[in-house]
């Protein structure tokens, strides 16, 4: 079965308010967990990563939460633009270590 | 660079017909990732090489599909005999081994068996 998946399929927001997606993960082997974005008709693309001794990285906008007592995983997107709806995706690492495992998705949808 | 390249990006046959589906990596990137992806499995990992090599095919359906690897800059994904549960986006994308965990995926073939 799936070792990753989404607590919500869909999340609609205004343009300029922050968002969050969540991620549950059952694998607490994983050293690593990728957060990825796919636009529509496009190929999935990295965003962020954080590697499992870690509780929180940041990016450009975005942040990565990690709590590995409750096993969940967030991505925080702050100032949410147009441009950022996507369906986006939370991944592991294999137990090989170099491939990925995908959890099902959620859909930010993002309003003006 | 020009990305992941696959072809072709659309492919719609009959039930009972082969598929070949074929992608370049991104030049000097030592894994290839061969995914596909439906709305009810979401994005699934067939098969994946490093350095032209099978790593890891726990993922391939069944022995209707195989995939290969002849080199570097080559790599096909065959359905044979395709079925219509077969029917998906296959990615392939490509990583090097030293940031491996961002992968640059292909735009996609987008496969129909009816």
């Known amino acids: 079965g799936e070792s990753v998946g989404l607590h919500l399929p869909t999340l609609s927001v205004q343009e300029g308010d922050n968002s969050i997606i969540n991620c549950a993960y059952s694998?607490?082997?994983?050293?690593?967990f990728i957060w990825y974005k796919q636009e529509s008709g496009k190929g999935p693309q990295f965003i962020i990563d954080i590697r499992s001794n870690m509780d929180k990285r940041q990016g450009q906008r975005v942040t990565v939460l990690l709590n590995k007592t409750v096993k969940h995983l967030s991505l925080q997107i702050a100032a949410t633009q147009p441009g950022d709806s996507a369906v986006y995706f939370c991944a592991e690492n294999t137990p090989h270590g170099t491939a990925l495992i995908f959890g099902k998705g959620t859909t930010l949808s993002v309003s003006s | 660079d020009a990305g992941v390249i696959q072809s072709p990006r659309h492919e719609v046959t009959e039930m009972g017909q082969e598929v070949t589906l074929r992608c370049k990596p991104i030049?000097?990137?030592?894994?290839l990732f061969w995914y596909r992806q439906t709305m009810m499995r979401g994005l699934e990992l067939l098969i994946y090489f490093n350095n032209n090599v099978p790593i890891d095919d726990s993922g391939m359906p069944e022995d209707r599909f195989s995939a290969k690897m002849p080199n570097a800059s080559f790599s096909t994904l065959k359905i044979q005999p395709s079925e219509p549960r077969d029917s998906a986006v296959y990615f392939c994308?490509?990583?090097?081994?030293?940031?491996?965990?961002?992968?640059?995926f292909g735009p996609g073939t987008r496969l129909l068996v009816l």
């Open positions: 994308a490509s990583s090097l081994a030293r940031v491996w965990k961002t992968q640059y």
């Open positions: 030049s000097g990137h030592d894994y």
């Open positions: 694998n607490s082997a994983s050293d690593y």
